[in-house]
């Protein structure tokens, strides 16, 4: 699909959740009002909240190619990270030299993950699925009896690690392994309490069910062989420990973050002080970083963005509903939480609260990537139809 040249130039900076998100409803709410450019230094989006699934082959996180996704929705995309921003001249400048001109950015780079301690699995670091496979393989031989799981500091989106830890804790009692300790330790005073209180004692429940102990209002610093949970002091011996990474924000020159390095925005996106430029995700101050929060964010950005462009009246600030799927090896719970405005007790339950029944529960995104996967899922089962057909035709010389 062409691009009309009198459109808004929208510059969307990023191929994650926030980024993608933001495409499908630019192009829903504005069509051919803007004329849309994905700029990221990867080649495609990895649906990442799976991964914590891949070490115990209970899931994967699938991948889409991002000129794919791009030329769907009518959009260019161009590989390229983008090294600063040029807000005088409407302009962002990439690491190959090269500038792209915009009548509205969008900054949806996501955060910055690394280790925060030294003597820890790192979840979503590279090699970690490697190393929780080796973690797996040792509690199996018996060379490790300890694991403790824990939450850094500055962390908010905790929710990865209980899966970790539940899943596996019921694959050390699939192998007959009951006597390894497991221990959660997350400066949270009840588990999972950013969903609320009816989350926080179904998952307090699901932990004492899986023999780990939860130790909360905890800031832990780990050393080889132990943990120590702040404040009192209290040692924990290990012989593997877990962790979520740290997280800081994308630091883009030419735009205003905070000390470190996350970029604000007022309750559409808009970034204050810089003319044109909006950001959504988990690059932004708002400190939970999770990917639904990051659709809702990027729906208020595109609203605002099609209503200053006359497709839409009364665009709708970013109201953040939390909604999480717990994976845990056997019964999975969907937990939903409306973060501002007192939002009550939260949701729990073994059944969807929301559909598709995804990960990321995204307006458009979800459906989108659904879409997708069941597309594919059907050329493949014509393909493996075909392969079928064609190896019972029967070969030209028989019966000669």
Known sequence: MNQPTDSSKVLIVGGGVAA????????????????????????????????????????????????????DLGATFVRDRVAEVLPEERRVRCASGETLAYDRLVLATGAKAGPAFKHAITFGDDPAEERLHGMLADLEQGYARRVAFVVPGETSWTLPLYELALMTARQAWSMGMNDIAFTLVTPEERALGMF????????????????????????????????????????????????????????????PVDSRGFVPVDPHGRVPGVDGVYAAGDGTTFPIKQGGLATQQADAVAEAIAAELGALEDPEPFRPVLRGLLLTGGDDRYL?????????????????????????????????????????????????????????????????
């Open 20 to 71: 993608i998100e933001t495409l499908l409803a630019l192009r829903d709410l504005a069509g051919d009002r803007v004329a849309v450019t994905l700029v990221a230094p990867e080649t495609a989006f990895t649906y990442r909240p799976m991964k914590v699934a891949e070490p115990f082959a209970l899931g994967h996180a699938a991948s889409y190619e991002l000129d794919r996704i791009a030329a």
């Open 336 to 400: 939903r939480h409306t973060v501002a405005g007192g939002g009550g007790e939260g949701e729990a339950a073994g059944y969807t609260l929301w559909w598709p029944p995804t990960k990321i529960a995204g307006r458009y995104l979800s459906a989108y990537l659904f879409g997708q996967d069941e597309a594919e899922a059907l050329q493949k089962a014509r393909t493996e139809h075909l392969e079928v057909e064609l190896a019972l035709e029967p070969h030209p010389s028989a019966g000669s």
């Open 196 to 255: 609320g209180a009816a989350a926080g004692d179904t998952v307090a429940e699901l932990l004492a069910a899986h023999g780990i102990e939860f130790v909360g209002s905890s800031y832990p610093s780990v050393g080889r062989g132990y943990v120590i949970a702040d404040p009192g002091g209290r040692r924990i011996d290990v012989d593997r420990v877990v962790a979520l990474p740290a997280l800081d924000g994308p630091d883009l020159p030419g735009v």
